[in-house]
Nanobody, 126 residues
Framework: QVQLVESGGGLVQPGGSLRLSCVVS????????MGWFRRAPGKEREFVAA????????AYADSVKGRFTISRDNAKNSVYLQMNSLKPEDTAVYYC???????????????????WGQGTQVTVSL
């Protein structure tokens, strides 16, 4: 059984930084493309960032490009989301997701991901 557990969320002031982590268990981590999504209050879940199996490719939503960085450590079965210059509109529950793909791709669609974590709350406020 594949399990994803996020951590690192919390309350931060505008302009601050947070680093989210997601640990994956249950199968060979390097066989997954990994993604981060978020759901803000009253909104649908949206794509944030993705990283390919090899970490050779990354993709970002326009709203976070230049501020967020996705990375992975296959030796630690972990994916990270470094979030800098946070804004109040970044407030959301952040989810990591795993796509058991044969391609070295960076999927942006929720439907591409088979496994999801429970989410971690990020609140950006004074």
């Amino acid at each position: 059984q594949v399990q994803l557990v996020e951590s690192g969320g919390g309350l931060v002031q505008p302009g601050g930084s947070l680093r989210l982590s997601c640990v994956v268990s249950g199968r060979t981590f390097s066989s997954y493309a990994m993604g981060w999504f978020r759901r803000a209050p009253g909104k649908e879940r949206e794509f944030v960032a993705a990283i390919s199996r090899s970490a050779g490719s990354t993709a970002y939503a326009d709203s976070v490009k230049g501020r967020f960085t996705i990375s992975r450590d296959n030796a630690k079965n972990s994916v990270y989301l470094q979030m800098n210059s946070l804004k109040p509109e970044d407030t959301a529950v952040y989810y990591c997701a795993a796509d058991a793909t044969i391609w070295d791709a960076t999927p942006r669609s929720e439907g591409s991901y088979e496994y999801w974590g429970q989410g971690t709350q990020v609140t950006v406020s004074l």
